[in-house]
């Protein structure tokens, strides 16, 4: 399997491009649309809510086990697990742990808000149940590789979630260049943010050319035989290695 060109994809389930906006359209227009677009394409992901998320939409946070993708753990609300003391850390976890379960008793992946999780918490996603963690980044400093610490197996996010919205003729040879990439995208980013006051890197693109870009991305990816792995399928590989 590890021989297989293989491709996870992660999507971050929250408000609209947190801490700017606390709208939700990205819940009430882009996670419908992202959701039947996987289920048309046959393709599985792995979806990193947010606690909150799924307290408030039951019924479209059910769709990801149902179709098939694996859920995983995206803190109880969006703030960063480096602005919590250990104590409210594992509160957060907890929380998030109790709602996310009622919909996937196999709850076992992770992923921090803002890709930022202290080194010396992980203990804790351990007592809670958690095995996988995809709270680093391979594109910012020190350029963690995938790495299995104590009895948690950390899997670097690739590259930063803008690049997916670039044109596929532009992200694609990039894309290709990386053995087992883990690319991640939001909810919000496929409704129009153009008119909003967020960063324009978090704007660009949003919308229906997101959507278009992705499925593209999709389609190129099946035509060349990759795998869509989930997060704990591709955390599993590197127990071959
Ligand atoms: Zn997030």
Not at 107 to 117: G, K
Not at 150 to 175: H, N
Request: proline fraction near 7%; include cysteine; glycine fraction near 6%.
């Amino acid at each position: 399997m590890s021989l297989m060109k293989n491709i996870t994809i992660t999507v971050d389930v929250e408000e609209d491009c947190p801490p700017m906006l606390t709208s939700t359209r990205g819940m009430e227009e882009g996670l419908p649309e992202l959701l039947d677009l996987f289920k048309k394409e046959g393709i599985r992901a792995t979806f990193f809510v947010t606690g909150m998320m799924a307290k408030q939409y039951p019924d479209l946070i059910s769709r990801i086990p149902e179709e098939g993708h694996e859920l995983g753990c995206h803190g109880y609300t969006h703030t960063r697990f480096d602005r919590m003391d250990k104590e409210e850390a594992r509160l957060a976890l907890k929380q998030a742990g109790k709602i996310l379960r009622q919909f996937e008793r196999k709850l076992v992946s992770f992923r921090a808000p803002n890709l930022q999780f202290p080194r010396d918490y992980l203990g804790l996603l351990e007592d809670e149940g958690f095995r996988y963690d995809s709270s680093i980044a391979a594109y910012k400093p020190p350029f963690p590789r995938s790495r299995i610490e104590g009895k948690i197996i950390r899997i670097p996010a690739t590259i930063t979630s803008s690049f997916v919205r670039l044109p596929p003729g532009f992200f694609l040879p990039l894309l290709k260049r990386w053995e087992s990439p883990v690319i991640f995208v939001h909810p919000w980013e496929f409704v129009d943010m153009s008119n909003t006051s967020i960063r324009l890197d978090c704007k660009f693109n949003t919308g229906g050319k997101a959507l278009n870009n992705i499925k593209i991305l999709i389609r190129a990816l099946k035509s060349q035989h990759y795998s869509f792995l989930t997060l704990q399928e591709r955390a599993n590989l590197e127990r071959h290695k």
